[in-house]
């Protein structure tokens, strides 16, 4: 079950980026788990749904240690490290296409907790939102969460500063893309204007122009990425009433999708 959830390709690229395992100067106190164990069970919890008392005892360590791990790596930036190692990987082998990347986010319901908010399209219920930045493919760049109630053009900017310099076979590193597409909740003038200082054609779609019954011939590939996300069952509905938790699971499942391309 371990290698099955943690390959060794992934595994290796995990060991670059967990932090050292504290020492004890005292001695004594109980076995450590080793941290691909610790992985394996985490990884189960955000793909399959279940709570953190719910994990199997095959795993080895108990819900409660797999989640104070869990806070451990999540506060040491681990997850988001890991998806930039993933994407730096795919970058040098020429797996990421630069020329059209989109935009777009998804609503879930939550409890009360950091970054929630009313849902004005789920009659004023608590919710999250996820934002998403892909290539053109539909490989995740860069994400954000946000209370429900937050407008889609407040994440734009910081999704596109969000995408981090990736490596290339040739050349620099690259962290801009050539086009970015999103839909009518991006068409702002200060948005266009603020694309193209940055270099970066803008195809926005314009309210009471482009139709609104399909997502657009570039647009689409974003849509697909968010049901990928939706393979991380942990996702569909937010339990985390810490914004750092929830956006933790959320790097997970993007990394995922990208190691999952990258061992096609």
Not at 157 to 163: A, S
Not at 228 to 249: N, Q, S, V
């Amino acid at each position: 079950m371990v290698e099955r959830l943690v390959p060794d390709e992934l595994w290796e690229l995990f060991e670059r980026v967990v932090p050292p395992a504290p020492a004890r100067p005292q001695g004594g106190g109980r076995r450590r788990y080793g941290d691909r164990e610790v992985l394996a069970a985490i990884i189960f919890v955000a793909t399959s749904g279940c709570t953190w008392k719910q994990l199997p005892p095959s795993f080895g360590p108990s819900g409660p240690t797999a989640h104070r791990r869990f806070s451990e790596w999540s506060k040491a930036r681990v997850w988001a490290k890991l998806h930039r190692l993933v994407l730096d990987e795919l970058g040098s082998r020429e797996q990421l296409d630069w020329s059209r990347c989109a935009i777009d986010s998804v609503n879930m319901r939550a409890m009360k907790g950091d970054l929630t908010g009313p849902n004005p399209v789920d009659r004023g219920k608590y919710g999250s939102k996820i934002h998403l930045t892909t290539e053109r493919t539909g490989l995740p760049l860069s994400i954000g969460i946000s209370g429900a109630n937050m407008h889609d053009s407040q994440g734009l900017q910081p999704l596109v500063r969000g995408i981090p310099p990736i490596r290339s076979r040739r050349g620099p590193r690259r962290r801009k893309p050539g086009k970015l597409h999103g839909d009518k909740g991006y068409d702002y003038r200060h948005l266009r204007q603020w694309l193209r200082s940055r270099g970066i054609t803008h195809r926005l779609a314009r309210r009471g122009v482009e139709s609104s019954t399909h997502v657009g011939r570039h647009r689409w590939v974003v849509e697909r990425s968010v049901a990928w996300l939706a393979g991380c069952r942990r996702l569909h509905r937010r339990y985390e009433r810490k914004a750092d938790h929830f956006l933790a699971f959320t790097s997970i499942a993007c990394t995922l999708i990208c190691y999952r391309r990258l061992t096609k």
